[in-house]
């Protein structure tokens, strides 16, 4: 069986990819091709990032990080694409699925390129609170690359396929700050994704705290040189112990 590869394209020959996703024939096929490669890497990103709690722990990450992507993406997109089409875009919700995924393809690969990386500071270093910040921040990075595709597909939809309204590519803008909330307070009832190693395995965590202050206590212990992971069980019940265990 012959691995189709036509969707990495995207990288290097943007235009010309983007014309492919416009034609009604391919439009099915890859809808279909990005979602899995979509799947497929972040489920490998998944194993590696659970991994440094253990093998169980790895096996659910990799599960949570595809649901993580594409339920935010299911969630967010009706809305977003019923504004376009108010907005005079004659974009096919396909053509527009397809354009979407095509920056998630961009945001899965480079997030798995990173997995090298992830992987040896796992090995030479065992600091939780360092771990959790890599993670977000491999995530941010590989985010920007990602939705400026997008960007890239909109205006090509719109100065030279004349079918995309020029305003949409502003509102996609507040779309991806709506995304990235959503994808966030996912994040936050789907945790833990690492895991810290002085917890006992749980599928999910309790609703407490926010994402907001577990960014900024990981942050505080990175930079105090506290890998916090003994906190975890100390802190009393009452002082958002739920928070440190973020990712």
């Excluded at 194993?47 to 659910?60: K, R």
């Excluded at 577990?214 to 506290?226: K, N, Y």
Aim: with cysteine.
């Amino acid at each position: 069986m012959k691995i189709d590869f036509s969707v990495f394209k995207v990288f290097q020959q943007g235009d010309a990819y983007f014309e492919l996703l416009n034609e009604q024939d391919n439009a099915k096929g890859y809808m279909f091709k990005q979602a899995l490669y979509i799947f497929i890497f972040s489920f490998l990103y998944g194993l590696i990032m659970g991994s440094y709690n253990g093998i169980v722990q790895s096996l659910v990450t990799s599960i949570k990080i595809p649901v993580l992507i594409l339920l935010s993406l299911f969630i967010c997109f009706p809305a977003f694409y019923v504004i376009q089409f108010m907005l005079g875009s004659r974009m096919s919700v396909l053509h527009m699925a397809n354009m979407i995924l095509s920056g998630f393809i961009v945001f899965t690969t480079i997030a798995l390129s990173f997995s090298p990386i992830v992987l040896f500071f796992m090995i030479t270093g065992n600091n939780y609170s360092f771990l959790k910040l890599l993670h977000v921040a491999i995530f941010i990075f590989a985010g920007i690359f990602g939705m400026r595709t997008i960007i890239n597909g909109l205006k090509y939809s719109c100065e030279k396929m004349n079918v995309y309204p020029k305003m949409g590519i502003n509102v996609f803008k507040f779309w991806i700050i709506i995304f990235a909330f959503v994808s966030m307070q996912l994040a936050w009832n789907l945790r833990p994704f690492i895991g810290s190693k002085e917890l006992p395995f749980e599928l999910f965590r309790e609703r407490e705290g926010n994402f907001y202050l577990a960014v900024i206590h990981s942050v505080r212990d990175f930079i105090s040189g506290d890998n916090q992971e003994d906190d975890d069980i100390n802190i009393e019940p009452d002082d958002n112990s739920g928070i440190r265990d973020t990712i």
